[in-house]
């Protein structure tokens, strides 16, 4: 493990995530310069011919946009329908969707509306939403509704997703649904001009993206973004092109570290079906998506427990610690979690064989007390798949990326990002 490293992979705020990576705002987003600084030292001794740059936990795409900045393939899965219109409009202003003439549609319908409807209606919007801002939203909605070509205004949706988020009575301080104090709603005469001062923003970084990838080599990247569970999805070609995988999984179940689906929620609510990937279920209710994501449900725990057993010794060690502590029940979400993941991981080396070199970003939490090595646990399902951990860099996090408590740990403060090569 390395101390000495780059300042830049330090930095925080605005300037750490230029162009497309600061355009919607995603817990637990890498550090772009970071990854793309690992991608560049792998495409140095494999070469780019025939490279695919896979990440299964994709969601908002910072690893795509470093792939895409770089000319190379992508393929990007995740469960969260956010996260993956997220990646979409990405693709699309990659693609060289025209951003511009969809910010002037939408800004056109935008003031020659003046239909007063709310136009969803999902349980609790009257709890999240005052009318006076489901109407002026509603405005909003019907506005994007106005571009005609699908990819753009997916972009739209990224604008709108933002600007729902600061205009929800939920916190924007916590990535759980969260009620704000009576005093301190966002006014609805804010919401337009919070709008606008989104999508400007994000022209800016169309710009911006567009201008870097202006002196990109040869044709465009073909990019593929499943929404799917990445236990289950068929990531593709069984050829030897998918050759680096950059990813960081969940810490643990959303519902004990970070809940992407409550964060998600009232975005997915808002944003027309036709134009969102991933089943209804998973927006039918704010736990939904967190209980289909990785060791969300504990009916499999029991099993779970059962088969993870001689696959990690760092688990097993764990496990066998906390039942003599008298902590076993409490750690079965940890040995649940591990055993969806080992199958994410499982699924992923079974649908692109052949040699690879992955790169896994990890943190490390306690859970009733005790530590959850989770960096240590990947490392043993990667040897236990046919890798060779061959590289390992340990960083402290700069500021409050993450949940710094939450109800089964405490601080997450470092995190690990470890190199393993397959034959
Ligand atoms: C740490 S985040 C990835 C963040 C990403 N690296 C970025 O920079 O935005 C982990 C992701 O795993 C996704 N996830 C959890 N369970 C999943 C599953 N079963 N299949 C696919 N994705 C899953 C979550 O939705 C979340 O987006």
Known sequence: MEDNQPAAWAA???????????????PAMMVPCMQGDIIDA??????TGGSRVVDPFVG??????????????????DINPLAVLTCEAKAAIDAGANVERAAVTTIQALRSDIVETVDVDFPWLSKWFDEPAARCLSRLRRSILAVPDQPARKVMWTVFAETIRVSSNSRT??????????????????IVANFEGALRQTLQRVRD????????????PDIRILCDDVR????????DRHRILV???????????IPYGQFSYLA???????????????????FALDTASLGGSLKTAKANGERIVGISPTLDRLVASAHSAGKGRGLRKVSNFVADLFDAFAQVRATTPGAAHWVITTGNRTAHGMPVALDEICRDIMCYLGGKPVAGLRRRLPGKRMPTRNSMGSLINTETTLVVEFA
């Open 60 to 77: 908002s795409g910072t690893i795509m946009t470093e792939a895409l900045l770089r000319g190379l393939d992508f393929t990007g899965v």
């Open 173 to 190: 301080s916590t990535y759980k649904l969260h009620m704000r104090p009576e005093g301190d709603r966002v006014d609805p005469e804010r």
């Open 268 to 286: 997915v609510r808002w944003i027309p079906a036709e134009d969102l990937k991933g089943s209804d279920t998973l927006r039918s209710n704010t």
């Open 232 to 239: 289950r999805a068929d990531i593709g070609t069984k050829d």
């Open 12 to 26: 925080v705020g605005g300037s750490a995530r230029p162009n497309l990576h600061g355009m919607l705002r995603y």
């Open 42 to 47: 792998i495409l140095d001794e494999v070469g």
């Open 247 to 257: 990813t960081s999984p969940p810490y643990g179940d959303n519902q004990t570290t």
């Open 209 to 220: 993206y567009q201008a870097l990838i202006a002196g990109r080599p040869e044709s465009d």
